[in-house]
């Protein structure tokens, strides 16, 4: 079992920052890549950004430039600093790992970003 407790986010005005945290709890398993997906109203959800175990980082296209995606190996955690805020970034930020060893993903219950003015 991993459990994924997100916290971070809010209410931010345009070109504002936040930063979003996720820890998960300890896993008998190995967490290989963690990642951030976000979800806005009658929308699909999508990739933000991940972060494999080594260190590797992939951005979606709309965020590359503005949002930073980092972890914490050792305590398990993985966090999101998003600069430059835009109200098309407002979304249900969720956040993902997933357990290759086992061939499982794990989702938390999300945190909200609305960007507003």
């Known amino acids: 079992q991993v459990q994924l407790v997100e916290s971070g986010g809010g209410l931010v005005q345009p070109g504002g920052s936040l930063r979003l945290s996720c820890a998960a709890a300890?896993?008998?398993?190995?967490?290989?890549?963690m990642g951030w997906y976000r979800q806005a109203p009658g929308k699909e959800r999508e990739l933000v950004a991940s972060?494999?175990?080594?260190?590797?980082?992939n951005y979606a296209d709309s965020v590359k430039g503005r949002f930073t995606i980092s972890r914490d190996n050792g305590k398990g955690t993985v966090y999101l600093q998003m600069n430059n805020l835009k109200p098309e970034d407002t979304a249900v930020y969720y956040c993902?790992?997933?357990?290759?060893?086992?061939?499982?993903?794990?989702w938390g219950k999300g945190t909200l970003v609305t960007v507003s003015s």
């Open positions: 972060i494999a175990s080594g260190g590797t980082t």
């Open positions: 993902n790992a997933e357990v290759v060893a086992i061939g499982m993903q794990y």
């Open positions: 300890r896993s008998i398993f190995s967490i290989n890549t």
